[in-house]
């Protein structure tokens, strides 16, 4: 019982902070990816924005100056 109650409270803790994606968007094929950090050592993580190779993205967080792009193609 502990372990289910632990495991609830765990996934709800990520839903909240906004982990996970929208189930729409589970699955897609990935065209980019934007991960934007709080400063310049690039340690802490403020958002990310994903972009699909439908044309369509998904983003969370706070865009800020400091990224780093990864480019997957289509």
Known sequence: ???KV???SVLAALCAVG???PVQAQG???ESRIVWYT???YTTISG???TFCDGTSFRNGTP???EEET???C
């Open 64 to 66: 800020t100056l400091f």
């Open 39 to 41: 400063d310049e050592s």
């Open 1 to 3: 019982m502990f372990k």
């Open 19 to 21: 982990v996970t994606a």
């Open 28 to 30: 897609k094929k990935q």
């Open 71 to 73: 480019y997957y193609g």
């Open 6 to 8: 632990l495991t609830a």
């Open 48 to 50: 990310q924005r994903i």
